[in-house]
């Protein structure tokens, strides 16, 4: 009891130590400090576009809340199930493509966004590919069930990684590219042109739940500068001219042209063509019996 | 592609190790090390434990879209290079990790692995030469740390992607603990063009110990932006003048150029005028090659802001797992963040470049060194325009 008592004690002192520190008056006994603006929020995890990796429930997303896998689903989870080894090591590395899945379960806006007939038009897919769509809490115990791992392994692995979206985002989720060769390209300029479109500002979405605008780190399309991710296409070399016209096609369900918006192809510049003029010179193939050692 | 693969296969590991020896390839993804060495570190008589290939398509260095090219529009020659590569390290299987961003390369990749699958050129009796070998895609979930390969193995094996400590190397102990080699995209790509053509023909471009070909994405202010593929030692003036159209505004208005994706230090403009695009000569400038992602400044750029941007970049993409990377890039943010605005004293420029000598080489992986480059190029070259800015906003003219 006595020790207890004085703990009780010790403790109580800190307490209201940490409480003077953090209303901003000096600790007993030392000279005037600044007020403390440490946040407690500093680690990078936490920093990133998702917010926090704490799940707080919402309605739609509980514990409770229903998730089945459709047929459609189940055939592809087949899929990756024969991908990695039958070993309880394998059957985790389903964990990452099994959450993809869900997502391409879960994205409603894929029917809708038309490409237009360009040279490059195999660049649509017939399915979504998952970037529309997003993680529930169910749906992670779901995989977990399934895959016979601990609900804590898919946490990890949908907390870590960026694009799994553990909140339901609008129908289009614009990701925006702002590292450093999509900036001095012009990114942030785009950034004000989609902010002042749409009305919202980087991180939140759209009243009428259709534009959901984050900011996301490169994207590995930086020749075609600057550009943006919206759900599975990449829309590049943008204009604030020519983003706002992209995102009000996207949302009349009209024809958009994927990839680059003027009129590049692909990563070639836009004075044009600079090598690979003819066809390779000397021979394809060499005798190949002549290889050494 | 898939021109008498059979034949290369049937030559055996050995005759392929020696003859990327031979030519000299050096990894491209970003490091450089010799790829025949590299390969040759598999072990030759393990018959218990399956060994992998891993492709490292996680292109996430900022100014780096090589890889892409390669996977959406060339993805048979990478499938080939699989194939071969894999039989070079005597490997079972590969898995190809594609960063979750390019979508759309990783559909091409997965048409092309079912049209190869189809026409028998990969899973039992590949070619017909009697090898079994596989070769599986995964797509990743967007982190940068996941390019770095023990971060991808982790990643891979569906844990979070935090790298590993090396030693053990993935030659020993990698994917599920077997013996794997990580290599990039490129650099397996080529492989085939190696086998037909001679490595005596790769080695014939570039100067030596930096032969062959490297595919240079150059973007930033230059007129034409493009993803090329030239002759490695190429000198840089010649490749931003002969295929990007020059710097904007004409040469003399460069202010910089970042040489190798974002992770190399910068470089002004008076060493950009006479150096050489290879991994040698750019080392001695100060630089280094990296993934040859150009990315060039113009006299318009505020520099402090491009690289204090790079200083979010390695701040959000940090693992969290070591404590001077995870500390060490949020405080070199935070510290870039006051510096852009001139909200700094000036002893601080040098507890910056202090900070980011704590962290370079003290972390598990490479990404602390990655982080702190940028900063000491940036301080190393361009102090004078973060002091003035300091001494401006001190002086209330900011």
């Known amino acids: 009891p006595g020790s207890t008592l004085s703990r009780w004690f010790a403790m109580l002192h800190v307490v209201r130590g940490l409480a003077r520190v953090s209303a901003g008056i000096a600790p007993r006994g030392r000279a005037l400090m600044p007020p403390m603006t440490r946040a407690l929020r500093a680690t990078p995890a936490l920093a990133a576009g998702q917010g926090s990796h704490i799940h707080r429930d919402e309605p739609g997303n509980t514990e409770d809340t229903p998730f089945e896998f459709t047929p459609e689903s189940e055939k592809k989870l087949e899929m990756y199930l024969q991908r990695y080894p039958d070993t309880p090591q394998g059957r985790m590395s389903c964990i990452m493509p099994f959450l993809w899945v869900v997502q391409q379960q879960l994205d409603q806006a894929h029917a809708t966004i038309k490409a237009k007939p360009s040279m490059d038009s195999y660049y649509a897919f017939d399915a979504p590919q998952g970037s529309g769509g997003w993680v529930p809490l169910a749906a992670m115990h779901a995989i977990a069930d399934r895959l016979g791992c601990s609900r804590m392994a898919v946490y990890e692995v949908a907390t870590f990684f960026t694009m799994y979206n553990r909140k339901r985002n609008g129908k289009f989720h614009i990701q925006l590219c702002a590292t450093t060769p999509c900036m001095v390209c012009g990114a942030y300029d785009i950034m004000a042109a989609i902010e002042k479109h749409l009305g919202i500002k980087c991180g939140e979405t759209t009243p009428d739940g259709l534009f959901t605008l984050t900011e996301v780190e490169c994207l590995g399309a930086c020749v075609n500068a600057p550009m943006i991710q919206v759900n599975d296409y990449f829309f590049e070399d943008l204009t604030p001219a020519n983003v706002v016209t992209l995102l009000d096609n996207l949302r009349d369900g009209k024809p958009v042209k994927i990839g680059p918006q003027n009129e590049r192809v692909n990563s070639l510049g836009p004075q044009g063509r600079t090598s690979l003029f003819g066809e390779p010179r000397g021979p394809y193939c060499r005798d190949l019996s002549q290889v050494a050692d | ?398």
């Open chain 2, 1 to 398: 592609d898939w021109y008498r693969t059979k034949d290369i296969v049937l030559l055996g590991p050995d005759k392929i190790v020696a003859e990327v020896k031979r030519s000299g390839l050096r990894g491209r993804g970003g490091a450089g090390f010799p790829s025949g060495l590299k390969w040759s570190f598999m072990p030759k008589n393990n018959t218990d434990k399956p060994q992998y290939l891993v492709v490292n398509a996680d292109e996430s260095e900022p100014g780096t879209c090589k890889d892409r090219e390669i996977m959406r529009h060339d993805p048979h020659k990478l499938l080939e290079g699989c194939l071969i590569a894999g039989t070079g390290m005597r490997a079972d299987a590969a898995y190809i990790y594609i960063r979750g961003e390019f979508v759309y390369e990783a559909a091409v990749l997965e048409k092309a692995i079912a049209e190869a699958y189809a026409a028998g050129l990969l899973g039992k009796n590949a070619c017909g030469s009697g090898k079994d070998f596989d070769v599986y895609l995964h797509r990743g979930g967007g982190a940068y740390i996941c390019g770095e390969e023990t971060g991808l193995l982790e990643s891979l094996e569906g844990k979070t992607g935090k790298p590993r400590l090396k030693p053990p190397f993935p030659a020993n102990a990698g994917l599920y603990g077997c013996p794997t080699t990580v290599t990039n995209v490129e650099t397996v790509a080529v492989s085939p063009t190696i086998m037909r053509r001679g490595g005596d023909w790769f080695a014939g471009f570039g100067r030596k110990n930096n032969s062959g070909t490297k595919l240079f994405c150059i973007s930033g202010h230059v007129n034409n932006p493009i993803t090329v593929e030239e002759e490695m030692s190429i000198s840089l003036r010649e490749l931003l003048e002969k295929h990007c159209g020059g710097v904007r505004g004409g040469w003399d208005n460069l202010l910089g150029v970042i040489p190798g994706g974002s992770s190399v230090p910068i470089m002004p403009k008076a060493t950009c005028d006479d150096v050489l695009m290879d991994f040698d000569a750019l080392k001695e400038a100060g630089s280094g090659l990296g993934t040859a992602a150009v990315t060039v400044f113009d006299k318009s750029t505020d520099i402090v802001a491009a690289i204090g941007r790079l200083t979010h970049f390695y701040a959000h993409e940090s693992c969290g797992q070591c404590t001077p990377c995870r500390e060490g890039t949020t405080w070199m943010r935070k510290i870039m963040d006051r510096m852009v605005k001139g909200e700094a004293k000036l002893e601080e420029v040098d507890m910056l470049m202090e900070i980011s000598y704590q962290i370079e080489g003290h972390t598990i992986c490479a990404l602390g060194d990655a982080a702190a480059w940028p900063v000491q190029g940036l301080i190393r070259a361009f102090r004078p325009q973060i002091e003035e800015r300091i001494m401006k906003a001190q002086a209330g003219k900011l």
